[in-house]
């Protein structure tokens, strides 16, 4: 399968001389397209500042990243907004919707920053409302829909312009496990039905088990790495929690609930 990310050798250093943090020490993987990858890791491990390089939100201290060919490293400052806009889909812990639109201007919204030709709009936010099975409330306001909807609105809103790659940071974080449930039933259909290319870093287990194949850091390094291969959900499950004891706890929630 084609390799969509490529990290290679990535470092990140915080602060400096004298007070360093060295949050990233020697990252190197690949991503495929059409993977679903988890990164765990105890808080500190450094996977918000790895998920941050590869959005180009922050500078790497060392290293390359690749994203579908182009090394993002090298981006010039002011032509990385439009890289993300044209490459990434993020979907945030509190879903970023803006109150003041209805869920298909919020979907919208991407596309008009991206300058999509008008008539193409609203067709193009349809068939991912339909996708996404948010078709009969395109015109109410994000206040007006459960929390379930709200999360499909923001999944529609990551997906509209088939970016390259979903990035998606504690996204069950805030959710009780009803919800948090259906969110992953939600990434999961994205990526199996409409084969989009997801990283999601989590804390939680259950969360993780929903991956094809999780990266575990530690201390800045990748210290495992487990597929789901053809195990069930519960038993990769348990193939998780068999790798958070082995490094030593910490950090990692393990949701009660079914499967
Ligand atoms: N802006 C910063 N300045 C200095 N040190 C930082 C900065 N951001 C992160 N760090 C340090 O880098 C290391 C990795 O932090 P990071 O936020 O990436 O961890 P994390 O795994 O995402 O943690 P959590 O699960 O708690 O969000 C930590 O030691 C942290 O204190």
């Known amino acids: 399968m084609k390799e969509i990310l490529t990290l290679e050798h990535i470092q990140k250093f915080y602060g400096n001389e004298g007070n360093i943090t060295e949050a990233l020490r020697d990252i190197s993987f690949s991503v495929c397209e059409g993977e679903f990858l988890g990164i765990m890791g105890a808080s500190g491990s450094g996977k918000t500042t790895l998920l941050n390089c590869i959005s180009t939100i922050?500078?790497?201290?060392?290293?390359?990243?690749?994203?579908?060919?182009?090394?993002v490293t090298e981006i010039r400052e002011k032509e990385l907004a439009r890289f993300r806009r044209e490459n990434l889909g993020f979907v945030f812990q509190?879903?970023?919707?803006?109150?003041?639109?209805?869920?298909?201007?919020?979907?919208?919204?991407?596309?008009?920053?991206?300058?999509?030709?008008?008539h193409e709009?609203?067709?193009?936010?349809?068939?991912?409302?339909?996708?996404?099975?948010?078709?009969?409330?395109?015109?109410?306001?994000?206040?007006?829909?459960?929390?379930?909807?709200?999360?499909?609105?923001?999944?529609?809103?990551?997906?509209?312009?088939?970016?390259?790659l979903i990035l998606a940071d504690e996204p069950t974080g805030a959710l009780d496990s009803h919800s948090a449930q259906m969110l992953l039933s939600t990434l999961e259909s994205m990526n199996r039905e409409m084969k989009?290319?997801?990283?999601?870093?989590?804390?939680?287990?259950?969360?993780?088990?929903?991956?094809?194949?999780?990266?575990?850091l530690r201390d800045g390094e990748i210290f495992a790495e487990i597929v789901k291969g053809k195990n069930t959900r519960k038993a990769f499950f348990?193939?998780?929690?068999?790798?958070?004891?082995?490094?030593?706890?910490?950090?990692?929630?393990?949701?009660?609930?079914?499967?």
């Open 196 to 216: 989009a290319t997801i990283l999601m870093v989590t804390h939680d287990a259950f969360s993780a088990s929903y991956a094809g194949r999780i990266l575990f």
């Open 238 to 259: 348990e193939k998780i929690l068999d790798v958070l004891t082995m490094m030593g706890g910490g950090g990692s929630d393990v949701r009660q609930t079914d499967f």
């Open 58 to 71: 922050d500078t790497v201290s060392a290293g390359h990243i690749y994203l579908g060919g182009k090394d």
């Open 121 to 164: 709009v609203e067709p193009a936010v349809r068939a991912m409302a339909a996708k996404l099975d948010i078709s009969g409330i395109l015109d109410k306001y994000p206040y007006q829909i459960s929390g379930g909807q709200k999360q499909r609105c923001a999944c529609a809103r990551a997906m509209i312009n088939h970016p390259k």
């Open 94 to 118: 509190d879903f970023n919707l803006l109150d003041t639109l209805t869920v298909s201007e919020n979907i919208a919204l991407a596309l008009a920053v991206s300058k999509t030709p008008a």
